[in-house]
């Protein structure tokens, strides 16, 4: 009922009543409900905004492996909403969810790898995330953004870089691939 108040499916449109049914779905322990709690918090739908609420809530989710609240605990540590700015941290996160296949993580983390913003710089690892990542952009404008930095990024690197860089892709794609069947 959260995800139909919230998104208006079957039901009117009503971030209120998606509160209350998200919160307590989420005060059950539910992933889920507990990323979406976050998210209305982060972005003030039906709720005051609260970054600080917004944190407690990616968390619990993020502990329970939710790579979209393991995202967006590394952009907030990254933008430093409601806790000190930390790249190291931010990068932290990026990686959990990147190894789950979020591309969005597997970019900023690729970004993080290149520019050594929180992890030690290696162009052979951000090669590797920014490559995953351009091939798993969910839209069009996503794509062409990752594949953008992926071939800037190749302009910098030597035939060997690219050459270790690209058989890592493939042993993680492989690996990724047992993992989730």
């Known amino acids: 009922m959260g995800l139909a108040s919230a998104s208006g499916r079957g039901v009117a449109k009503d971030d209120v009543k998606a509160y209350a049914w998200y919160r307590q779905a989420a005060e059950q322990g539910l992933a889920p409900a507990q990323f979406s709690l976050g998210t209305m918090y982060h972005q003030a739908k039906g709720v005051p905004q609260s970054f600080t609420q917004a944190i407690q809530w990616y968390r619990k989710a993020a502990a329970q492996g939710d790579a979209n609240a393991q995202y967006q605990l590394g952009v907030m540590f990254r933008n430093g909403e409601g806790v000190t700015r930390d790249d190291a941290e931010s990068a932290k996160w990026y990686g959990r969810a990147a190894e789950q296949g979020h591309a969005g993580a597997q970019f900023s983390l690729g970004l993080c790898l290149r520019d050594g913003q929180g992890v030690s710089q290696d162009l052979v690892k951000a090669h590797v995330w920014l490559a995953l990542a351009a091939t798993r952009a969910s839209d069009e404008s996503q794509r062409a953004t990752y594949a953008a930095a992926r071939d800037a990024l190749e302009a910098r690197m030597t035939s060997e870089q690219l050459s270790a860089a690209r ?11 047992r993992r989730t069947k």
């Open 167 to 177: 058989q890592r892709q493939r042993w993680w794609v492989e690996s990724f691939d």
